[in-house]
């Protein structure tokens, strides 16, 4: 790392794109700073913490604070570039959707194999009132619901709040004998969970029960298999998860 603020600066140079994509880039330089430096603050002296994904769209979404401020014509949203930051490599003068299908191309739901069952699950975070919560959605092999949750849970790290809502999927599959002795899949959309609960290395010690009740699960012939998915994939259960924040007590429905 540069000695220097103007050191690291003259470093950062852009790639060769348009005018546009020019200014997003030498603004996103002191956007990431003033992220890291108030994380670093709140870190140091209020003893709180965001993962890095959420440093990460914090980031997107000042930029899309300051390309309000341009005034420039853009056809994206700031849910738009959180979901898809490849957009910000817009052109002036290119229609929404003439560009589309280049910059953005999202990925959607795939139902499971035939006779199989798939859980997507999510978590959320408001760090501003210590508040986590999770959802799931449970969908059959032509995508009709089978079971949604949402609910609350003590405030806790966001990966540690989607093992959490992985396990509670798991939890609720073991009172449905017709799931439960067959073959499901499980999908989250962090990469970290996904990876301790197929044996990967440095799982968190405080985690070690949840995360071998899930490898017991896995690993003896109860048909479970997990694996990660993009965030566009399981928006169902990120709505629910969002949903529990506000909510007191569980909510769960058989459909």
């Not at 990925?107 to 699950?121: D, E, G, I, R, T």
């Not at 093992?163 to 499901?184: C, N």
């Not at 999908?187 to 990967?200: H, L, P, Q």
Request: aromatic share 14%.
């Amino acid at each position: 790392m540069p000695h220097s603020t103007q050191a690291a600066y003259d470093q950062w140079l852009h790639p060769n794109r348009g005018v546009f994509f020019k200014k997003v880039w030498k603004a996103s330089f002191f956007i990431i700073l003033w992220t890291l430096w108030r994380e670093r603050n709140n870190r140091c002296f209020k003893n709180i913490s965001c993962p890095t994904s959420h440093l990460q769209d914090l980031v997107l979404l000042r930029i899309t604070g300051w390309i309000k401020g341009w005034g420039d014509e853009f056809p994206y949203s700031s849910n738009d570039i959180i979901r898809h930051p490849l957009c910000l490599k817009w052109e002036s003068g290119s229609s929404k959707s003439q560009q589309a299908s280049r910059i953005i191309q999202k990925q959607l739901w795939a139902p499971p194999p035939s006779s199989l069952y798939k859980w997507n699950v999510d978590a959320s975070l408001k760090f501003s009132e210590d508040k986590s919560a999770i959802g799931g959605v449970l969908r059959n092999h032509h995508g009709e619901f089978v079971c949604l949750f949402s609910r609350p849970i003590p405030f806790m790290e966001i990966n540690h709040a989607e093992i959490f809502a992985i396990y509670i999927a798991l939890k609720i599959s073991q009172g449905i004998k017709r799931i439960y002795h067959g073959k499901f899949i499980e999908e989250s959309d962090s990469a970290n969970d996904v990876s301790w609960c197929n044996g990967g290395n440095n799982d968190p010690w405080n985690l070690n029960f949840i995360i071998n009740f899930i490898r017991h699960a896995m690993k003896n012939g109860q048909g479970v298999d997990i694996f990660y998915r993009s965030r566009e994939t399981i928006v169902v259960a990120d709505s629910l998860a969002k949903r529990g924040l506000t909510r007191q007590d569980e909510f769960i429905a058989w459909c």
